[in-house]
């Protein structure tokens, strides 16, 4: 039945008002319901936000007219797509007035030599965020210190222990993305509570030094690039553990750069022994199905689905050393392990890859190698 008397409207209880406006976003509910009366404004003023700006003028008005008269505190999640605007909004409301913010997603942010233009000097403030998601890029200027900022935000989650409640965890550096070395990490880093992280290049040995913080992670990637210096081999084989380090990691993406060896693989396999996805980027000193069988059949019991992505940009007399391994990869392939887990190979060649790959999905276990050759 139509409620259209204002009286019995208004005799709604305040809970399920709050819980009505949860389904509009903070425009929509402003427009909708503010100056209907003061008991409704009182409770709009309660309300959480949740502040997500996609279209171009809608962040102005909020700014203007929304936010001085809501409580910035209600704050539950925060999205900002345009470096103007995080620039804008953290002068105005600093990031520890936040203080019940949950979401935290900032893209396309400049790094300044400004500190007090960056929110994560405030991270310490936020002991209820769950999910932080930062973009970082150079300036118009031409200021470039997004890795040494990348660095300051690993190092006060995992060395300082900020957002305690942080299960989701991405940082990038933009389309330029370099190799972030982390000299302050400490040997043992606090283990969080984390279960996503993502993480666009590290060294190696950085990546070992994270391994005791990961024991919560479910899932990790690191899609631009995992590099290798000289010390790699001598600290992989110095780290003496029991257990596990990921147990309960079950999707594994990692980009691995020239210097990868099988050594370096099997150690990392060794901490997620329940892996059911496995999407590795690897170079053709790696096309080995034979040692691929024995690596797999000993630390990925409970393997799913592989993608092994081989990619070679070299010219000239390398080309033939390459397709004699992909001929030796493609023989060495025919044996039960590969034949029982629907194995299918998929060659592309040249710069566009995304229109010519085939992918095969398998009810149960699918194993796909999709053999990116560009010669």
Not at 109 to 114: A, C, E, F, N, R
Not at 133 to 152: A, P
Not at 177 to 201: G, H, Q
Not at 207 to 232: C, Q, T, W
Request: overall charge neutral; some cysteine.
């Amino acid at each position: 039945m139509l409620v259209t008397n204002p009286s019995i409207i208004e005799m709604f209880p305040m809970e399920l008002w709050l819980e009505i406006f949860n389904y509009f976003n903070s425009n929509d509910l402003w427009h909708s319901f503010h100056d209907l009366n003061r008991k409704i404004d009182a409770m709009i003023e309660q309300t959480l936000l949740h502040l997500n700006f996609k279209e171009q003028d809608s962040y102005y008005y909020f700014m203007k007219n929304m936010l001085p008269v809501l409580n910035v505190a209600n704050v539950r999640s925060l999205k900002l797509q345009e470096p103007i605007k995080v620039i804008d909004f953290f002068s105005t409301f600093p990031l520890s007035s936040l203080i019940q913010l949950r979401v935290l997603s900032l893209n396309l942010i400049y790094s300044s030599g400004d500190s007090s233009l960056k929110p994560w000097n405030q991270l310490s403030s936020l002991k209820y965020l769950q999910s932080l998601n930062i973009m970082l890029c150079r300036s118009t200027g031409g200021w470039d210190n997004s890795n040494e900022e990348k660095v300051l935000i690993i190092h006060s989650i995992f060395n300082q222990n900020f957002c305690p409640l942080l299960k989701s965890l991405i940082i990038a550096t933009g389309e330029f993305a370099r190799v972030t070395s982390l000299p302050s990490l400490i040997a043992i880093p606090k283990m969080t509570i984390i279960e996503y992280l993502s993480i666009d290049a590290l060294y190696f040995e950085d990546l070992i030094k994270l391994l005791p913080a990961l024991r919560n992670v479910k899932s990790f990637h690191i899609d631009e690039g995992v590099y290798f210096n000289d010390m790699n081999d001598i600290r992989s084989r110095k780290m003496i553990f029991r257990t596990p380090f990921m147990p309960k990691c079950i999707r594994l993406h990692l980009n691995l750069e020239m210097g990868t060896t099988f050594d370096h693989i099997k150690y990392i396999l060794k901490h997620t022994p329940n892996l059911q996805g496995l999407f590795l980027s690897i170079r053709p000193n790696l096309l080995n199905a034979k040692r691929w069988e024995k690596l797999l059949s000993s630390k990925c019991p409970n393997l799913l689905k592989l993608e092994l992505t081989c990619t070679d940009y070299r010219y000239g007399d390398y080309s033939a050393v390459v397709y004699e391994r992909l001929e030796t990869f493609e023989r060495e392939r025919q044996t039960p392990f590969w034949i029982e887990r629907n194995t299918t190979i998929s060659y592309v060649q040249g710069y566009d890859h995304a229109n010519h790959i085939v992918r095969s999905y398998i009810t149960k276990v699918s194993f796909i190698l999709i053999l990116r050759v560009d010669l």
